[in-house]
């Protein structure tokens, strides 16, 4: 497959370096705002910036190219994006996180909370940890993992502070070192406490998962999600 790398930072590092192992061909490096042309590309993968995600899908959607996204902090404009790919007929995948391991995480945490939902003396609470470079908070995966919780229970909101609200999931944000991605869901109350933790050792569970999307989206035409591309839930 021929390969357009929207974002050439860690993430489009790492997917380059994983793709060309496997024979396919990176034909764009795109680092910045120079103009470029989608002349062979089979598919594009954004890794970039908040700011920036939304004109790559876009543009990607409009030229009929399929896109798979993975930057997070632009989701203010994930319905506008939905309804621009039914519109144009296009291919696209968002996906928080791409890894198998976390896709499975958000699964288990989704049941975790059907089964605390009638528990009302277990307080949710969540922690995620990144590198010092991260720009967004709460991280991506953090949010679906909220959304996956207030989906399954009585909880409505999260807030990216400790708080005591009770309709209300806070998520605390630490920025540490080169950190590649750690999550922790905590239920406690008075008697005891149950943790989901997930760490990941490196980014390669993240490049993989989007190689591996972007390559099953070749041919398929909507909106898709990990759940599709891996078959779980
Ligand atoms: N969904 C997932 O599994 C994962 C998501 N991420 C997200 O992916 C995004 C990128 O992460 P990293 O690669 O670690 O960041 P990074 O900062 O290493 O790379 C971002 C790259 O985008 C480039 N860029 C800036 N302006 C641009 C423009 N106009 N067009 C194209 N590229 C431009 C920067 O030069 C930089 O090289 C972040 O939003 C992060 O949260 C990161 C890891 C996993
Ligand atoms: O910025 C990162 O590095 C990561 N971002 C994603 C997120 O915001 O959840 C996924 C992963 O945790 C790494």
């Not at 060309?20 to 764009?28: A, S």
């Not at 928080?96 to 699964?107: A, D, L, P, T, Y």
Request: net charge negative; glycine share 8%.
């Amino acid at each position: 497959m021929k390969i357009a790398l929207l974002g050439y930072g860690k993430m489009g590092k790492a997917i380059e370096k994983i793709a060309l192992t496997q024979g396919h061909e990176i034909v764009i490096k795109k680092n910045d705002h120079t103009p470029f042309d989608f002349k062979g590309v089979d598919v594009a993968i954004d890794f970039s910036l908040p700011t920036v995600a939304v004109s790559h899908i876009s543009a990607c959607i409009h030229a009929g190219i399929p896109i798979v996204s993975g930057t997070t902090g632009w989701l203010a404009h994930y319905d506008e994006m939905i309804a621009l790919c039914e519109e144009k007929n296009g291919s696209f995948i968002y996906a928080s996180n791409f890894s198998i391991g976390v896709n499975i995480f958000f699964e288990i945490n989704k049941k975790l909370a059907q089964y605390m939902a009638p528990h009302h003396s277990y307080k949710a609470t969540m922690e995620e940890i990144h590198h010092t470079q991260k720009l967004d908070a709460p991280s991506g995966t953090a949010i679906t993992l909220a959304e996956g919780i207030i989906g399954a229970s009585n909880y409505s909101n999260w807030k990216n502070a400790a708080t005591e609200e009770a309709d209300t999931i806070p998520i605390i944000s630490k920025r540490e070192g080169t950190v590649p991605g750690t999550h922790v869901v905590t239920y406690k109350n008075e008697i005891d406490t149950i943790q989901l933790y997930h760490e990941a050792h490196s980014r390669l569970g993240f490049a993989q998962g989007a190689l591996v999307a972007a390559l099953w989206l070749v041919g398929k035409k909507g909106v898709f999600s990990m759940t599709d591309v891996l078959n779980i839930s």
